[in-house]
């Protein structure tokens, strides 16, 4: 029996679909849909995400593997991936560990909302930056 047609034949992301070889990878809240933050993973950290079970980007701004939590703590376990279906973009259905996943101490990185009178903040900050990542 083949294939459907939109069906690839490889169950991994196309990391050469990216120029760079890195792919948007979007954590969502596996339990409330919640959408947390957006990343980029490249082979590597897609790979570690596999093998440990929680999530491990790539910082573009440090040019490295990122694993999330390694410094504030608070990690995303993996609840389950998806892949769109042109296989370039990583969906990870994550539990949030540490109420917090983004960097600036808020639940979502999308807490702010556009409004007419422009960002308005939406999210309540659960931890303040500067004592979690004190350098």
Known sequence: MSQPEDIAPSHDPDFSKAADGLLPAIAQDAKTGEVLMMAYMNS??????????????????????WRKG??????QKIDSIYLDCDRDTILLKVQQVGDAACHHGYRSCFYRRL????????????FDPE?????
């Open 44 to 65: 590597e950290s897609y790979a570690e995400t596999l093998k440990s079970g929680r999530a491990v980007y790539f910082s573009r701004s440090r040019n490295k593997l």
């Open 70 to 75: 390694e410094e504030s703590g608070n990690v």
């Open 115 to 126: 409004t007419q009178d422009g960002l308005e903040v939406t999210g309540e900050r659960i």
């Open 131 to 135: 004592e979690v990542y004190k350098k």
